[in-house]
């Protein structure tokens, strides 16, 4: 959901309801600041690229085992700061820059690193007057520290990697005392404005600085009637980076926009700061819900990462010197020989902290991902029922509705795990409370839900309803628990209950307690089948600047300012936290978040927020998703229907399809939309949305296994082309097409009134098959499909093994104990792999116990095996395997399953339209070692 | 992996009580049993193929239409058929087969889960026979209530055409002025849009939508506005609000220029955005040209309700907006008002509804029923703007089932209100629930004699619905 009362809106809808809904249905950007709207983005933008201020005192290098030191020094201001070096194990640099001597501790982001990155060591191979080489270890990397000015330069070989302040765009504003206020410093303070700001004359400067310096908004800032008042002055920081070579970055979600990020010369640069967007525009750089300040750039030689550990307010620019030029335009400098290479420069603002960058240096994009996942942790496992179908609205409107829906799923035999309720299910927008009237019986209707083995999400928001009369704001109260706003009171703002505090989540304690109102004994009437929604975490404060909390708001001595990216990370931690210390660390949790940050993957789902019911929004769910993907968070998903309006039919089974091959596969809609569960639209489209959520449900083997993949390697289970194909420039761009894993690629029908799609196949020499028809293509192709409505394109790739669970029952659950079928895709070589992975889908065990079943299958030389990835491992199946279909195949004259020594002939079909082998029933148990023979 | 049995015994008890075994298959219904021989090679029911027996209910699927595995969920598209002795027989897809919960009330689909269920049949073949015989007895005095409903409407419609006929010659002489007030009426109801805005008003106390309350001044501000904007020009100029005397600041009785350009914050004209401003001087006094200065009684009572509207604007809330209007032009328009004339427009107008086959909704004409629940008040006035139901998939004859209510005013951000009717059949006429599925989408049900059917002859069996 997202703010309601917009001014304005609520007359002019009154006036113009149809007017309103098919045209004026946008984001109200005068709400939201635009750089020039945002003092210290501004002043930041203001500082051209030139001639960088900062000086290396190589004289101050001090180099322990694996940290190296050096002060820079500001010859404008004199100001000294200080530089940290840290080779990190697994090919990453860590580069820190922090004023030396601060007037007070600046913040650094904690929480969102899982440890303290282990170093290797570094060693100096040469210095002089100009500069200090590194050995980065291995793989002849070196690091260049350039003295006069300063610029650190990664190379390996003769190869620039990587530049930093190569084009002097490095800016630190020191803390100060104010002017105004406070005698006149002596001497040091040279300027106020930009620190590496050196192009003006300095005389002209100082005169100029008195009277711009409410025009600065160094220490004061209004925006729309709300007044940041800034205690410490300017403390914004910046930093350039270069990339030859690079015309492709990724990555810095969450931005309604597409998956290869643009170039923002002349227009805003991207913004990073959590903000609940009411009716988000698509296809610009405007801020949303989540941050994640992690880039991805790739060429066909190398894919590196940069990750920018600052939790302000931050924006990033990005130009190229290739991005106006036009496909003829390279062709002819190709021809030509010419000239220059091509370059993507990158520029990091953030209104306060330090600087803390982590340069990933991969080469391959996996090594990216297993980088940034030593960092900042992976995917959180989740229990297998969450990755199977959500049923959401705002709101089920009591315990009755709940029953009849969850009827309506079984009379139209559509398969469903979870059903949501939304802030009404809560006795007055007080979460952890149920509604007397409404919900007066949560744990019947609990059970009801759990006797058909399905789950129930109730929402949790972090505002707190101001009354004496509510448990949770009396404890958090007594406890001094709530954030405080500048003069020390408790923070008030306006959200769903009305006026709310906002409990101070970046506090351990509150996180502790937080965590404990999650006991079944304190959360009245939860169940073990009950988990969390935490809406809402920007946070979001309706009367607050942006729909925001106050910048100088106080969580504890740090400003919100300071940390306000990471407070709906922390919010998600604690309620995960929660349900696990529930269970006695025994059970998953499942939280889903708006709101997030950099290790927010670590605890739960995200969804792309309120969008809108608009064919483009189902088009943007996918580079959205995407980008999320590429920067840890694997668990992602957009409102299926799409939350404001009312889709067509059409619409909603296309999107129906989409999500169904989208991590988060959840249906939600707007309090004022019409019903639109999947059985009101007929029986064809019932029929339709039917087959969508079965091919869902039969895939999740491969979904849970693909999980499995990227809690323990950090590898995206959603991923663009490029990642598989990173040598294949034609993959570079495409965000309307996807992998899940590496072996099923999904081109879904996102354009109204379709005929057909062009899918591009990637991998020349390859094959891909058609799950549906099992006809098989070559790759390196755009392919047209011609689609119907039913028309879900999906293909597997040559040389893969999918196991699936064909019966497709009410709930995941239910299918627990069901057999496999195995789609074994051969290689044109006649090869194929895949894995394996079963547990008991939703308790730790697997982790504490080493509880699961990890297989291998390899199909090759005319036998497919399965044998244990993981032999000291233990867990019993009863699941079996039922069905093997090879396709590609030729025909054999027999089969013969071996296991345990015995040969069992097994009964085989073969189709040689489509040269698909079909093993009848060889039976054996899913976690047994066990090779079929073809003869 | 799993072994099954691939027959099963069932045990039936029949009316004598002697039990008799029949052998099949698991999952297959008596009428199937045929397909099934056991020493025959097993033909798909489709015809697709033959397998051998031993592969039907074998846990694989076989079959495209999934009949060789009646007993098994191993096809995505089999059906699973349980006897529930004592209840009733039923179908159910096969991937229920051993999912660990219990769908048929006599276990048999739960035979290798480790599900613990208990059989059930029985207390529900009691529960619904008893429900049966309650709902027998309901129809049966409720088909008598109908009759005398029929009876009586057959009496009154009689009576009224008489006097209709009474009439015939005051029509006559009064024709041309009934055109003129026709003309009149229609005038009246031209602008929709405006009556629409004015039963915003009467909604916002029903209304369960949070918003609507939120924005109940704004939705007076907006009606303010469109009732000022004289010429529809979009803005209210100084002239338009001069009109309204009652804003006079300084209540000397005068309403100068100058007063309204303080009021309107020195500006000629405002529109919608700045009126923001003036609305917030100006509401404390303003008087709506629509709604009387005193508020309307919320109960209206049924002999007063005027003129159902003609067209379908339906309303499930009654609002007299056109009398209202007759009473401002009561002067000029007096020699149409005589009573004669409006009983006999009434009646007209009555006979002109569909009661039904048999005119047994008559009754309900000018009636209302009220619901109270711990929120609201629920208000059913039937035959005022009400249509009949024409659901899809809906036989024609089951068409006074279902009463809607279409095109009511629109909701903040929402559609045009709406209300579902579903009629059952009962003694009394009440509105027995309602909810909202959908916001501003209204669901009722009402329970009248008139739908009662024709009891059946046949007495409940005291066996329930039981195979054999």
Redesign the interface.
Known sequence: MAVISIERMGLLSVFFVCLFFSSAFAVDRGNFKTCDQSAFCKRQRAFKPGQSPYRALLETLELSDSRLTLQLINDNNKVHLLLELYRLQGNMTRVKINELKPLKPRFEVPDVLIAEPPTEPLSVLSKDDNGVVLSLGAESQRLIVSARPFRLDIMEGPEVLLSLNSRGLLAFEHLRLRKDTQAQPEGAEVKESVDGDQQQDEGKKDEDEESNKEEDGLWEETFKSHTDTKPNGPTSISLDFSLPGVEHVYGIPEHADDLKLKTTDGGDPYRLYNLDVFQYELYNPMALYGSIPVMLAHNTQRTMGIFWLNAAETWVDISSNTAGKTVFGKMLDFVQGSSEKPQTDVRWISESGIIDVFIMLGPKPSDVFSQYASLTGTQSFPPLASLGYHQCRWNYNDQEDVKSVDQGFDQHDIPYDFIWLDIEHADGKRYFTWDPHKFSQPKEMLQGLMDKKRKMVAIVDPHIKVDSGYKIHNEITSKDFYVKNKDGGNYEGWCWPGNSGYPDFTNPEMRAWWASMFAYDQYEGSMENLFTWNDMNEPSVFNGPEVTMHKDALHGKWEHRDIHNMYGLYVQMATAEGQIQRSGGAERPFVLTRAFFAGSQRFGAVWTGDNAAEWDHLKISIPMCLSLGLVGVSFCGADVGGFFKNPSTELLVRWYQTGAYQPFFRAHAHLDTTRREPWLFGPENTALIREAVRQRYALLPYWYQLFFQAYRTGMPVMRPLWVDYPKDTATFTIDDEFLIGSDLLVHPVTEEGSRGVTAYLPGAGEVWYDVHTFQKHNGAQNLYIPVTLSSIPVFQRGGSIIPRKDRVRRSSACMENDPYTLYVALSPKKFAEGKLYIDDGHSFNYDTKKEFIHRSLTFANNALTSSNLCPDCNFLTSSWIEKVLILGASKPSKVVLKMNGKETPVDFEFDSSMSVLTLRKPGMNAGDDWTLLLQ | ??CLHLLLTLVFAVSLGTPVEIQRPRGVPLTKKQFYEESKPFTCLDGSRTIPFDRVN???CDCKDGSDEPGT??C?NGSFHCTNAGYRPMFI?S??IN???CDCCDTTDEYN?GAKCENTCKELGRKEREVLQKMAEITKEGFLLKQQLIEEAKKGREEKQGKVTDMQENKKQLEEKVEALRTVKEAAEQPEKEAK?RH?KAWEGECS?K?IR??KD??K???A??ELDDNSDGFVSVSELQSHAELDPDADGTLTETEVQGLMGGAAQVD??T??SVWTNIKDKYHSESQPEEPAPVETPPDEVKEPAVDNDSEPYPEDDISEEDDEDEDDEDDYHEDDDKVRVNIEKELSFDFGPDAEFTYMYSQCYELST??YIYRLCPFNRALWGREKNRPENNKYLVMKYEHGT??????NRSTTVKLTCGKETVVTST?????C?YLMEFTTPAVCQEPANTEPSPHGHEEL
Do not use: H, N, V
């Open positions: 992996m799993t074998d846990d694989y969920a191993a995505p897809p991937s229920r999912d660990g919960i889960s805005e915003l939508c918003s939120l924005e704004k939705a501000m907006a009606e506005f469109l919608t955005s009126f923001e711990s929120e629109g909701c903040w951000q929402g559609p909810s909202e599925p959908s916001r989408e």
